[in-house]
Structure formats: C-alpha cells, structure tokens
C-alpha cells in the first residue's frame, strides 16, 4: 500500500540556516503530494503541493520538488527564521480516493 | 476568509463519559473529516463523510461515530470515553472540486480523558 516517511525531529537549527526535512513515499498510481505545517496552538495548513513529477511546489520561502526516480518530495527553505518553527507533515493523495496518507510529522525549532 | 470552526479548544472528560465534537465549515464543502493527532503518529482519519447523512470508516473508527445532518456541520461522538482516547483531533474539510488533499483544517480540540 502507499505510505509516506519523513524524518524524524525535532530539528533544531539556528536563524538563517538552511533547511531540509527528508519525505519520501510508496505509491502504486501517480499521486499527489503535499506539505503542510501546523504552527503552535493551530490546525494544519497546507503549505505547498505538487501534482506530478519535476513539478515545484513553492511558497513562503519554502520549496518541495516532486522526484518520481527518487520517490521523494523533500522541503526546503534557503533561511529559516524563528517564525517557521512548527510541525511539518508530508502527505500523498490520490484522486482515486479521499483519503491523505500522512507522514508522522517532523517538529523543527528555530533558535535566534 | 474560510473556516473551519471546533466547538471546543479543550475539553476534560471523565472515563464513561459521552462526549461531543462538534465542527461547522463555511465554505459549503462536501467532504469532511476527523482526524486524530497524536506525537510519532501523525494524523490517523477516524470517519470521513462525502455528503450528508453519509459517512465512511477510517483507518481507526473503533470507539467513536459521527453524524452528519447537515452540510455544514460534522460531528465525532465518543460514546464511552476512555483514557486511551486523550488525544488532539482535528476536523477538516474539502471540496470534491479540489485536487485531492486539499484540506482545510480546524484549530483543533484537545480531549483529555480521566
């Protein structure tokens, strides 16, 4: 079945560093995929998403690059600041179904 | 600007306890969801519905139900809660028009159960 794995946090990294979060996924159809945060105290939004491979899902400094060859969708940001620290999950969808599959969730802190 | 509103941010329970969650979304989606957050697990979906009156078994239905009267409202019911269901969950909602996973979500509702 599909599935989606991310890397484990929490990442700590200092203001202006550069960011990775690793995801990579199984799927048996051309999924979907998806980042969303969960800042504290909030629900999930999305982030970004791209719906097929080489596409580049882009927003608020953060990019994601569907890799059909490497099954992966890893995000990244070129600066991070104190604001982005929050919960980042990967997800996978499939227009065949309702369902996300979802990846645990990776907790980044930014430290000033 | 569109919502997803919970009734309740944070709700203590006792065990055997019925409880309530209730959700309302404004955007006159189809479909929506309960999730259950948990730390090291993600989001596990508990029901979902993709119409009124309708309503489909997640991955972890056990010990809860939903009804879905109307549209715009969603709700999870614990019919006897018990400690192992503390837990963050979270209502979402989605439109069949968008690409799949598109999901708007709900601030959530904190459940401790004792």
């Known amino acids: 079945g599909n599935s989606v794995t991310q890397m484990e946090g929490p990442v700590t990294l200092s203001e202006e560093a550069f960011l990775t979060i690793n995801c990579t996924y199984t799927?048996?159809?051309?999924?979907?995929l998806f980042w969303y945060v969960q800042y504290p105290g909030e629900g999930l939004q999305l982030l970004l998403k791209?719906?097929?491979a080489d596409d580049k899902g882009s927003n608020k400094g953060f990019e994601a690059t569907y890799r059909k060859e490497t099954t992966s969708f890893h995000l990244e940001k070129g600066s991070v600041q104190v604001s982005d620290s929050a919960v980042y999950f990967c997800?996978?969808?499939?227009?065949?179904?309702?369902?996300?599959?979802w990846g645990a969730g990776t907790k980044l802190i930014i430290k000033p | 600007d569109v919502k997803v509103t919970q009734s309740s941010r944070y709700l203590v329970k006792r065990t055997g306890e019925k409880v309530f969650l209730e959700c309302v979304q404004d955007?006159?989606?189809?479909?929506m969801f309960w999730y259950r957050q948990d730390p090291g697990l993600g989001l596990r979906l508990i029901y979902f519905?993709?119409?009124?009156?309708?309503?489909e078994k997640g991955d972890i239905p056990e010990g809860y139900s939903v009804s879905r009267e109307k549209k715009e409202r969603f709700s999870l019911i614990l019919e006897s809660a018990s400690t192992n269901q503390t837990s963050m969950y979270l209502c979402?909602?989605?439109?069949?028009?968008?690409?799949?996973?598109?999901?708007?979500f709900g601030e959530g509702s904190r459940l401790t159960v004792l």
């Open positions: 979402a909602s989605s439109d069949p028009g968008l690409l799949t996973g598109e999901l708007f």
């Open positions: 955007m006159d989606h189809e479909n």
């Open positions: 519905s993709y119409d009124v009156k309708m309503k």
């Open positions: 799927a048996t159809g051309y999924p979907s």
């Open positions: 791209a719906t097929k």
């Open positions: 997800a996978l969808g499939e227009d065949s179904n309702y369902q996300l599959i």
